[in-house]
Nanobody
């Protein structure tokens, strides 16, 4: 079992930056693959980025590649995953969710059994 808590959302102008954080608690939290997903109003939830348990492998949706960076800090049982979002666009507006699963990276939300409560990101034009 792992519990996830996101933070760092907010309102930013187009072209600006935000950094989201997701803290994972649980005895084996550092063993989990972590992913970020987002859901805009009236739309389905979409994959944004994922990172392996070691942090050595990352994967991004084409829509955020080159603008967003996922990273993680497993040192000292911190177990925090970050999503640095630069050059934000109005279409990035959504609720961003952190998710966790064991073993392999996946772009499918259904493959992640553990989810945070979400954090709102709003980008104004």
């Amino acid at each position: 079992q792992v519990q996830l808590v996101e933070s760092g959302g907010g309102l930013v102008q187009a072209g600006g930056s935000l950094r989201l954080s997701c803290t994972a608690s649980g005895r084996t939290a550092s063993n989990y693959v972590m992913g970020w997903f987002r859901q805009a109003p009236g739309k389905e939830r979409n994959f944004v980025a994922a990172i392996s348990s070691s942090g050595g492998t990352t994967y991004y949706a084409d829509s955020v590649k080159g603008r967003f960076t996922i990273s993680r800090d497993n040192a000292n049982a911190k177990n925090t995953v970050y999503l640095q979002m630069n050059s934000l666009k109005p279409e990035d507006t959504a609720v961003y969710y952190c998710a966790a699963r064991l073993y392999y990276l996946s772009v499918k939300g259904a493959d992640y059994p553990y989810w945070g409560q979400g954090t709102q990101v709003a980008v104004s034009s």
